[in-house]
């Protein structure tokens, strides 16, 4: 039982005892109307931010509904007085006045409810990542195909968060993709957001093996084998992302022509292959087709990384160290491509094996 719902029964049954009047009883449920909040309050103190929101919204309007009505209390009563006689019907009068007051409130909480939403989450930001926010509401051992089902769906907005974590990192802007930008391509604000990525894998890794295999439909068994796989994908691109961090967070500026206009296209050619990618996390009528047609954007890159190769082997006019450095971002550049098809597969082709893949030219 609710402690409001306690102290109207107490101060119903003294109403009826004669032992307080019908003023004091009314004030004592507009009190509890408001106390009743502490525990919500209460519950919320485990961190989670957005249950602090909703236990201060609630505190919020009904201590502001309670001032109200307090100041009107005797207005309410001679209200209540002309549906029954708090005399002749105390308990009955009582039930009604705290119907009212809870009428009251709805009245005003509803229309200012949206407004007083956006200030409290500006106020006490949620600063739980986005990615796993329909994942931290279920159970991960309800081994039901909705779970494997919302599973892929953040592994989805996971998958996107490192393709902008790419994209500043090679120093591509792309307005065609509606991702989640970057405040900052300043070395630290990229490590912070790669940290945050980092989160997010573990968060959503340690939900997937949480669900019982087992139980789960025969369907769905591969598909979630598949989805842990993608997981892992995912962060290792992230990771050979982040390796190449240190090296550049734009592709070289040389003096050579010929090699700066391989590098423009190599921005062109991984922002169309990242355009494509998500235009698979988007479509879901995406087949093997598709994958074949991404294939195609990815080989005609690798043919791109390997003239700077052959470029970067030949030029006299570039030390040793860029050479290597260079060397490595173009290495780690396929790696990482090739993870994230892996995924995409996983993600978007559940219960299908990668036979395709063998079109892709690596090196």
Known sequence: MQSSTAMNTISITALFAHLIPFPVAAAIALGAEVGTTISALLVAQDGRRIKLQAALTQLFFNLLVAIICGFGLYYLI????????????????????????????????????????????????????????????????????????????????????????????????????????????????????????????????????????????????????QLIDAITGIMMAAKYTKDILLDLTQLPQTKNPFLQEQYDYLRKHTDRIHSKMMQFLTDHSAGVEDINHLIDLLNQRNATINKIRHLLGDASDIDDDLISSQMNILHHLQDTHYQLTLALYDITLPNTNHKNLHRLHQY
């Not at 900052?184 to 573990?202: G, Q």
């Open 78 to 225: 001679d209200i209540v007085s002309l549906i029954v006689s708090p005399q002749d019907n105390a308990p009955i009068a009582l039930a009604i006045l705290i119907t009212g007051y809870n009428l009251i409130t709805a009245l005003i909480v509803i229309p200012r409810i949206r407004p007083y939403t956006v200030r409290i989450q500006k106020i006490l930001p949620d600063h739980r990542p986005v990615i796993t926010r329909r994942t931290s509401f279920l159970d991960p051992t309800d081994a039901s195909h909705q779970t494997i089902h919302t599973l892929n769906r953040d592994i989805n907005h996971f998958y996107r968060l490192v393709i902008d974590f790419i994209d500043h990192i090679i120093g591509i802007t792309s307005q065609k993709r509606n991702t989640q930008r970057i405040s900052s391509s300043s070395p630290e604000a990229l490590f912070e957001h790669y940290h945050d990525i980092k989160t997010r894998h573990d968060q959503l890794l340690k939900f997937a093996r949480r669900i019982p295999i087992n139980d789960i439909e025969k369907s769905d068994r591969k598909h979630l084998t």
